[in-house]
């Protein structure tokens, strides 16, 4: 099962590189990145997510031991914690579609911040739906020793949405201030 | 400790087990029934739904450019519009690139051929197998019915903006290519996470890297290919999507976005793509040498590394299909070189294959047919390609009939001449059948003087002047002989393509039976019956040489078998991923319907959300709802899994 993990972040990793690299590529197409009448994306929120995404890593690498343990009591509980850290960072990408200060028609530059934040909040949903599965499924009687490993698994993909939320938040963030 | 069996090694040779044969049956068979049918997840049907499929879209694409050739025979032909011939060459070229070259010489070789080559019971992610393939029917079922109802993609194979935007394309004609084009190559993408799972995890015990089959090498490097280039198109394909559905600018200059951004993401992955093609013929190619030169393949190590170099090096040239495009002069400079570099692996392959034949006992049997007909052709098309590699020839050569012909030497000479040496020599390990070696014989004639016959002159003709994707030409021209004869040497293969269907159909009711081992091979594929039961092997073999068969006939002693495994239960044994220890059990998951409804959903949220937006949010949650059921476990399963676990109360 890791490699199934494994197999799933080598392929979103390439799509979100390549995503990146058109990213940089219509900036490079561009004398102002963003254009000159589109404001920077609003950075509060974006930023908020990102040091939650950051402290989520905590209760993860917690989460990640005590699955290994196989201790049942504890794994749900961090399950809770995560699930709820989880809802708190979706909610907080409506406002960074907010904050983008564009609708997604009005230039390449919208098109290509709209379609990378997409992608993200993509993963994180349905990431977080099947950590939803996951704490449902260690109830009654489908427990095995293998549920456990499939949320150790689990913890090592969320390393991995946190890791691509901190470079979108570069590219989306930083980016368009830095050009 | 479980509460199992230990997994040992026996070294008694394995003799028939009846009580285990009926138990590993009733366990590995799929269910009967119409609904069973579309739960099946053993590798090798979906590895022959995958041929049969390619196979008939092979057939769909070939007849599309019988007509077109029909069309182009004479100048000033009416057979074809102008709307009808943009519709019929995109459809040839889709339905040969992604709906026939990737699925065959990947998806199906790979997915039959890899688990039994070595030495495991099925794929690693078997319901991922079933739903992929569905996800594949249903792109290529989107896409022609488009096609039949006269609203197919007429925008070129490789659909470029702005030509295929909205300003330029409107309707709906471009969308069912970009949904295809995505549902197939995600399709692609989740059958090569399962053959390098199973490649790296699954194999025999004793099956170190350096003992696997130069196939299942290729297949590997091929898989990794796929992971790194296919997201690229399957991401030009949504943007193209999203600028002509919902308004989004990532093409259109007037707004910041840029035509080329979309030639680039296609080609980056399109090179590759023809690389994924080409190198699993490649692999066949050391296959049919080996086993028909009656020695293991000359210069393995090289061949490898070669295979290596050639992924690699794919993914460095993609701009030598640009150079048309205004890009600076150090770019082109470097593509050059770089596409210029491809030939050295590529010629040592090519020499290693020659030394295996030159130093072994050659057996011209049908299989080498092609083999030889690979050379001849592959190399032409080669040579042509370093041609094009340099930027003035390219210059003046881009968009001709002599970019045709190259393609045409290097995809078919590269990769169809291998998969039919491919299907002779397979033929009898799936159906259990030999192939009619008269039939056989007279295709494959038929089929290379033809190829000749229609690709040739189209150097000649390209360099003339004509120009690719015209419907028609003047008489002033000068065209009208060559083309004819280009038309004439089509038909010649189509009626060498029917001689083969006839043969298909009447060898697998009525051929020669074939035995487990008929070309006296050596790979792991040729140790079991013909066609393979439905669990593969009875015992998996201990692996102590590459060419097992061969090394288990010169030291019998040696020959080892695994014992321990479960066979009330789909229980697999995962081994290390350098030198294949035994590392632990693995269960694989029952025969299910979830993966065919889960390709049923994706395939109508795409289509649904090309009309309504809102159908995308629709889709995902009932996907959702699919995937749940996908990996609910079932109270057989759960069973199977507790037998083999310790319980500690404390955790319980």
Same mark, same amino acid.
């Given at each position: 099962m890791w490699w199934a993990t494994a197999g799933i972040m080598l392929v979103e990793g390439v799509l979100l590189a390549i995503t990146v690299a058109s990213y940089f590529y219509l900036a490079s197409r561009n004398a102002n990145w963003p254009p000159l009448d589109t404001a920077p994306p609003e950075i509060l929120a974006g930023t908020v997510n990102l040091v939650l995404f950051l402290v989520s890593l905590a209760p993860n690498f917690w989460l990640k031991r005590v699955a290994g343990s196989g201790d049942i009591q504890k794994t749900r509980r961090a399950l809770y914690v995560m699930i709820l850290l989880g809802a708190a960072t979706l909610v907080l990408r409506v406002f960074e579609f907010a904050g983008?200060?564009?609708?997604?028609? $009005?230039s390449s530059y919208a098109s290509i911040s709209w379609l990378l934040l997409g992608l993200l909040s993509l993963q994180l949903l349905t990431d977080w739906a099947d950590t939803v599965v996951l704490t449902i499924m260690? $109830?009654?009687?489908?427990?095995?020793?293998g549920r456990f490993m499939d949320v150790a698994e689990s913890a090592d993909y969320w390393n991995f949405v946190v890791g691509s939320a901190a470079v979108g938040w570069v590219i989306l963030y930083l980016i368009p201030r830095w050009l | 400790m479980s509460n199992l069996a230990p997994i040992t090694q026996s070294h008694a040779r394995a003799d028939w087990d009846q009580g285990h044969h009926n138990r590993l049956e009733a366990t590995w068979k799929g269910r009967p029934g119409f609904w069973g049918w579309f739960t099946w997840s053993h590798h090798k049907e979906i590895g022959i739904r995958y041929l049969v499929t390619a196979l008939c879209f092979l057939l769909l694409g070939g007849i599309l450019a019988l007509v077109m050739r029909l069309q182009l025979a004479?100048?000033?032909?009416?057979?074809?519009?102008p709307d009808q011939y943009n519709q019929f060459f995109t459809m040839h070229g889709t339905t040969m690139m992604f709906l026939f070259a990737v699925p065959v010489m990947f998806e199906a070789l790979a997915t039959y051929f890899v688990p039994l080559m070595v030495g495991?019971?099925?794929?690693?992610?078997p319901r991922l197998a079933s739903f992929s393939y569905f996800l594949y029917l249903f792109g290529g079922i989107v896409l022609w019915a488009m096609f039949l109802l006269?609203?197919?993609?007429?925008?070129?194979?490789?659909?470029?903006?702005?030509?295929?935007?909205p300003a330029f394309t409107p309707g709906h004609r471009a969308d069912a290519w970009s949904v295809m084009v995505m549902m197939t190559e995600i399709s692609a993408v989740c059958v090569a996470v399962e053959i390098l799972v199973t490649v790296f995890k699954?194999?025999?015990?004793?099956?170190?890297l350096n003992r696997i089959p130069l196939f299942v090498w290729v297949e590997t490097i091929v898989a990794f290919s796929v992971i790194f280039a296919l997201p690229a198109v399957i991401l030009s394909s949504l943007m193209l999507l999203l600028d002509r559905n919902?308004?989004?600018?990532?093409?259109?200059p007037a707004e910041?976005?840029?035509?080329?951004l979309y030639q680039h993401l296609f080609w980056f992955f399109g090179h590759p793509e023809v690389y994924i093609v080409f190198l699993p013929g490649a692999g066949v190619i050391s296959t049919l040498v080996a086993t028909f030169s009656r020695?293991?393949?000359?210069g393995y190590l090289a061949i490898v590394l070669s295979t290596v170099s050639v992924g690699f090096l794919g993914f460095g040239v993609w701009v030598h299909h640009m150079?048309?495009?205004?890009?600076?002069l150090l770019s082109l400079s470097f593509f050059t070189a770089a596409s210029l570099m491809i030939a050295i692996p590529t010629g040592i392959q090519i020499f290693c294959w020659l030394a295996t034949i030159i130093t072994g006992k050659l057996w011209l049997a049908t299989p080498m047919l092609w083999v030889f007909g690979f050379f001849f052709i592959f190399i032409l098309g080669g040579l042509t390609g370093v041609m094009l590699a340099s930027v003035p020839l390219d210059l003046q050569?881009?968009?001709?009939y002599f970019v045709v012909a190259h393609l045409h030497y290097v995809v078919i000479g590269g990769a169809v001449f291998p998969f039919f040496g491919a299907i002779e020599y397979w033929f009898p390990k799936i159906t259990g059948r030999m192939l009619n070696e008269m039939l056989s014989s007279v295709f494959f004639w038929l089929f290379f003087v033809g190829f000749n016959l229609t690709f040739f002159p189209m150097h000649l003709v390209g360099l003339a002047g004509m120009t690719r994707r015209i419907y028609t030409y003047g008489?002033?021209?000068?065209w009208g002989e060559l083309n004819y004869i280009e038309t004439v040497g089509a038909f010649l293969m189509g009626l060498g393509v029917l001689f083969f269907v006839i043969n298909l159909i009447l060898s697998a009711r009525r051929g020669r039976v074939a035995g487990d081992n008929p070309w006296r091979?050596?790979?792991?594929?040729?140790?079991?019956s013909s066609p393979p039961?439905?669990?593969?092997?009875l015992y998996i073999p201990v692996v102590q040489e590459r060419e097992t068969i061969w090394e288990d006939e010169a030291h019998p002693e040696r020959a080892g078998v695994v014992t321990?495994?479960?066979?009330?239960?789909?229980e697999m044994l995962v081994t290390t991923?350098?030198?294949?220890?035994p590392d632990h059990r693995l269960l694989l998951p029952a025969p299910s319907i979830w993966p065919f409804w889960a390709a049923v959903v994706v395939c109508g949220t795409a289509i649904c959300t090309v009309f309504q937006p809102w159908a995308f949010v629709v889709g995902s949650l009932l996907f959702g709802i699919v995937l749940i059921g996908w990996f609910w476990p079932s109270e057989e399963e759960t069973a199977a899994q507790h037998k083999g676990e310790k319980w500690d109360n404390a955790t319980s």
């Open positions: 983008l200060n564009c609708r997604w028609d $009005f260690l $109830f009654g009687k489908h427990v095995r020793a | 004479r100048p000033e032909n009416h057979l074809l519009g495991a019971r099925n794929v690693a992610f006269n609203a197919g993609a007429d925008a070129g194979w490789f659909s470029y903006v702005p030509l295929s935007g699954l194999r025999a015990p004793g099956m170190s919902f308004g989004t600018q990532f093409f259109n910041g976005g840029d035509a080329l020695r293991r393949p000359f150079f048309a495009t205004g890009l600076p050569a881009h968009d001709t008489v002033d021209r000068g091979a050596g790979t792991l594929e040729w140790a079991t039961l439905a669990y593969n092997f321990g495994l479960r066979d009330e239960a789909r991923v350098v030198d294949a220890y």
